[in-house]
């Protein structure tokens, strides 16, 4: 079935730029998903980006797909020490029945050093 | 409400115990999840709910779990005879509109369920 891979912990000083990668395996994936999990709360959507995009960039926040690698990236830049949380890849394809569904990575704590 | 509703937030229970956990979506949200969440893990998901159509169950782990939605409001999902593999965080979401576009779903802050 579809996975999505991340690394599971970054540590970096704050002022710094993070990068959080992301790869799947779904060809047919339609939309690509950061999440962030704040400690105790749910996950809150940060972007989203459609597959036919390379590029998409809101504020400090910058995601790069690379389809034909099947690699997402999220570029944070100016990293704050609340910025610190899990970020959660996921992807939704337009494959018939399963395109409501989100599969998500495991994702990637972000560790911010004052 | 503003956002999606979870209770409890924190249930501990004994091995054997049946639980119920509920969730209140977004108002007007016709799509509602729920994922289950491990220490450690990513997003499992268990159930779909969307309007009046019959409810996607192919996550869920076994037959002790079910899960009910009356037309797009409350959800409940029930846990017959927990055992301890049952701890997680499930997490409730909904969403506007599924299958169309980007389907962005709104987060609830998850019910912890801890079974001794």
């Known amino acids: 079935g579809e996975d999505v891979e991340q690394s599971l912990f970054l540590s970096v000083r704050e002022g710094d730029s993070s990068v959080i990668n992301c790869t799947y395996t779904?060809?047919?994936?339609?939309?690509l998903y950061w999440y962030k999990q704040e400690p105790g709360a749910g996950l809150q959507l940060l972007t989203y980006i459609f597959s036919n995009m390379d590029m998409k960039q809101d504020q400090r926040l910058t995601v790069l797909l690379n389809k034909k690698d099947k690699h997402l990236s999220l570029r944070i830049a100016d990293t704050q020490t609340g910025d610190s949380a899990i970020y959660f890849c996921a992807e939704s394809s337009s494959a018939g029945a399963g395109s409501y569904q989100l599969t998500f990575g495991k994702g990637t704590k972000l560790s911010v050093i004052p | 409400g503003a956002g999606v509703s979870q209770s409890p937030s924190n249930k501990v229970t004994e091995k054997g115990k049946d639980v119920e956990l509920r969730c209140d979506p977004i108002s007007g949200h016709t799509a509602l999840y729920w994922y289950r969440q491990r220490l450690g893990q990513g997003l499992e998901f268990l159930i779909y709910?969307?309007?009046?159509?019959?409810?996607?169950k192919s996550g869920l782990p076994s037959d002790r779990f079910s899960a009910e939605r009356t037309g797009e409001s409350v959800s409940t999902l029930t846990i017959q005879r927990t055992q301890q593999e049952d701890s997680a965080v499930y997490l409730c979401a909904s969403s506007l509109l599924a299958g169309a576009g980007a389907n962005v779903l709104t987060f609830g802050a998850g019910s912890r369920l801890t079974v001794l």
């Open positions: 779904d060809s047919s994936s339609t939309y």
């Open positions: 709910f969307q309007g009046n159509s019959a409810p996607d």
